[in-house]
């Protein structure tokens, strides 16, 4: 029988911790982003006789993994173990001690592996060690930011409203703030179940009634820019989406009797255009080229909303580090088979931010009074397409010998690789600074190291 124990001191109380655990979302949230796992049936809680199906996949392998909480004691532990999946034996109790008004946090797992197939699927003993320590000291971490971040602001529960809350940014800032005692509202746009809302862009439709009473409006949805090449259809689809879906959004909250007291947009830094070494504040002017043009139409479908109630923020994103999804989702693989490399001159800025730091700036951008208007959301240190990359590699321990030419990232992507791979923008999180907000991970190694599971210490 294999042991791992893995212990961290907690700056908050027990009571606080342990709620944390209890929440919807908390299991989500502490799912590393790089391991692909998703929950098939859910019942019970954690307490005594609660289970939980999950398939876990390796490539195109999968299993599944079906758990049941065996054991609750509150402000105290809890405890899960296997009734079917991949393990031998699994054990697996989460414990909390109080120690002077903070946490002592431990995670205590006892497990063992079959013999045969599911031995490779794992990768052994020695493999399963090692994932167990990049899960777990993950989780250590992200239960402390999180924990941090719902500190830093503190207030009554919220209502939320999200589009796009099963994206990239919006599951995570969904899980995250239900994690911290706030309710969500999705939109969706098939038929809506109990706590959600039905929109419908196309139609210039939203059930206002849902909406009514809400302190918060998130828009995040919008058609993926880097799903193929650009053709005319597809950047009418890509402006339409996000100039008519926002326009939708705008008029709803214009017409609620009881509209919410903050708006959050999202945009994005391709508004800038191509703009090499230049810092760029979010006073500088707009560039040129298809992206920026959709942004400028973006920001400016908030029209309906100048001169309301409503304080009204639009955050220009940089590129969303993780590997679950996004840009970075797409480069792992190659970066991993060692045949990854800079994209054309490498001298290209790319300004990036870390999904937590993401969804940290949203939550700040709720709760600080002073800000509205243009926010830029990246990291404060951008960087060149070159040094990310070497990064990258170091941090993966991979080469990154083989460069991309220009003439073949054209070649091969058209306008989309030349707008999104070629050009670049250098930009600074300067309102963000400015208002408060305390980045988590405002260097680059440290966001990859914790977003690809390779920390170190």
Known sequence: MNRYRLESQLSHPVGTVFGWHLRPGAFERLTPPWADVSVLERSGGISDGGEVLLKVSRGPVSVNWRVRHTAFEQDRMFQDEQIDGPFAHWSHRHLFEPIDGRTRYVDEVDWDLPAGPILKFVGGVAAGRRELDRMFRFRHRRLQDDLGLIERYPGPPLRVAITGASGLVGSALRTFLTCAGHTVLPLVRREARSGEVLWNPDRDFVDLDALEGIDVLVHLAGESIAGGRWSSDRKRAILRSREAGTATIARAVSMLRQPPKVVLGASAVGFYGDRGDEPLSEDARPGRGFLSEVTQRWEAAWAPLRGRSARVVLLRFGMVLSP????????????????????????QYLSWIDLDDAVGLLYHAMHQPTLRGVVNATAPQPVTNATFTTILGQVLNRPTLLPVPRTAVKALFGEMGDELLLQGQRVLPTRAQESGYRFLRPALEDALRFQLGEMQG
């Open 324 to 347: 679950a999804g996004g840009a970075l989702g797409t480069m792992i693989l190659p970066f991993k088979a060692g045949v990854g490399g800079r994209l054309g001159s490498g001298r």
